[in-house]
């Protein structure tokens, strides 16, 4: 077969989490969590190319992403193409727009995005459970990205369950020029439950996550937007209180609702119209309360776009 002349697009979208519930430690040092996930339209775009010697070569137009095995892309090939047995090679070209260290998965969905061109150019026809367990060995969010859409994640974020798509909603996502790393967001949460803030305490018995759930399947936006919910906010908060300013000025601004992504830094706002949007995010800018901030207007974005391969 000639490799040299396959070739796909793959679009790898962002995520926001509606909730984001930590519910304890596990004995293998992860976090088991609840959180109701969110693809919105903000996206890389990557380019992949079949070559027949076997490497794997990644380059992309953002300074300081990695372009060796640490990034999350190149693992998910080498991983795909290790267990399946092929002896193909990948060239990965990441056009990056989303910011890293934001809490956006932007490492995670570019892993999935690979996973998904790959199976889609060599004809693997991975199946779903195979396909899930490879990404899960790349990182707890990367299973998400193959489902896309809205989704309830639940055990370290490797078990997900597609939910129906919610009412397109549009989405102003503000970054600051500060990053928080994952690790140190649970480890802190830990720390800060540890020292008896009742207010961080984890093990209602009705979470966030299972109220989101119920919204989303109620196709209930209004609650929706009442119920967003991120345990990681209260540490990300604590190291930057810009973070909490970004979500009042989101609010000023006229979002419905605003909440931390991820582990952060991102912040994200919900809106009524594109038009709203639009007019909130050159506010945001105008009152940020750090500098630069990069500001995305966009919106959630369905299962059947998320998951488009060209
Ligand atoms: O799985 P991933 O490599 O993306 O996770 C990065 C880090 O985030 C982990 O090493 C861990 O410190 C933390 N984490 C966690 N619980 C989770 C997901 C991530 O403690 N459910």
Not at 97 to 102: D, E, L, T, Y
Not at 222 to 225: A, G, H, T, V
Not at 288 to 292: A, E, F, G, L, M
């Given at each position: 077969?000639?490799?040299?002349?396959?070739?796909?697009?793959?679009?790898?979208?962002?995520?926001?989490?509606?909730t984001?519930d930590v519910?304890g430690?596990?004995p293998?040092?992860?976090h088991a969590i609840?959180s109701?996930?969110?693809t919105v339209?903000?996206?890389?775009?990557i380019s992949?190319?079949?070559?027949?010697?076997g490497?794997?070569?990644?380059?992309?137009?953002?300074?300081g992403i990695p372009?060796?095995?640490?990034?999350?892309?190149?693992r998910?090939?080498s991983?795909l193409l290790e267990?399946q047995?092929k002896?193909?090679g990948?060239?990965i070209?990441i056009?990056k727009?989303?910011?890293?260290?934001?809490g956006?998965?932007g490492g995670?969905?570019?892993?999935?995005?690979?996973?998904?061109?790959?199976d889609h150019l060599l004809?693997?026809s991975?199946?779903?459970?195979?396909?899930c367990?490879i990404?899960?060995?790349i990182?707890?969010?990367v299973?998400?990205?193959l489902?896309?859409?809205?989704?309830?994640?639940?055990?370290?974020?490797?078990?997900?369950q597609?939910?129906?798509?919610i009412?397109?909603v549009?989405?102003v996502?503000?970054?600051?020029?500060?990053?928080v790393?994952?690790?140190?967001s649970?480890?802190r949460?830990?720390?800060?439950?540890?020292i008896?803030?009742?207010s961080?305490?984890?093990g209602?018995?009705q979470t966030a996550s299972?109220?989101?759930?119920e919204?989303?399947r109620?196709?209930?936006v209004?609650?929706?937007?009442s119920?967003?919910a991120?345990?990681?906010?209260a540490p990300a908060?604590?190291?930057?209180?810009?973070?909490a300013?970004?979500?009042?000025?989101l609010?000023?601004s006229?979002?419905r609702a605003?909440l931390?992504?991820?582990?952060?830094s991102?912040?994200?706002?919900?809106?009524?119209?594109?038009?709203?949007?639009?007019?909130?995010?050159?506010?945001?800018?105008a009152v940020?309360?750090?500098?630069?901030c990069?500001?995305?207007?966009?919106?959630?974005v369905?299962?059947?776009e998320a998951l488009g391969?060209?």
């Open positions: 077969m000639n490799f040299s002349t396959k070739s796909a697009i793959v679009r790898s979208f962002a995520k926001v989490n509606l984001l519910l430690t596990r293998d040092g992860y609840e109701v996930m969110q339209g903000l996206h890389d775009t992949l190319s079949v070559r027949e010697d490497e794997i070569r990644l380059s992309c137009d953002m300074p372009t060796d095995e640490s990034n999350l892309a190149w998910a090939a991983v267990a047995g002896a193909a990948l060239d070209r056009e727009r989303i910011p890293a260290q934001a956006l998965g995670s969905s570019n892993a999935a995005a690979v996973l998904r061109g790959l004809g693997l991975v199946s779903a459970d195979e396909m367990a990404a899960a060995r990182g707890s969010d299973p998400f990205f489902v896309g859409g809205t989704a309830f994640v639940c055990g370290r974020g490797e078990e997900v597609p939910l129906p798509d009412l397109p549009p989405v996502i503000v970054k600051p020029p500060f990053g790393s994952t690790p140190w649970y480890r949460l830990d720390e800060m439950r540890a008896g803030d009742q961080l305490a984890a209602e018995r299972r109220h989101m759930v919204c989303v109620r196709s209930a209004c609650s929706l937007k119920r967003l991120n345990d990681l906010e908060v604590e190291q930057h209180p810009e973070i300013g970004i979500k009042a000025a609010i000023e006229g979002a605003g931390m992504c991820g582990s952060g991102a912040v994200f706002g919900l809106f009524e119209t594109e038009a709203q949007a639009r007019t909130a995010a050159d506010n945001v800018v940020s309360p750090c500098r630069p990069q500001v995305f207007v966009t919106r959630s369905a299962r059947e391969i060209e």
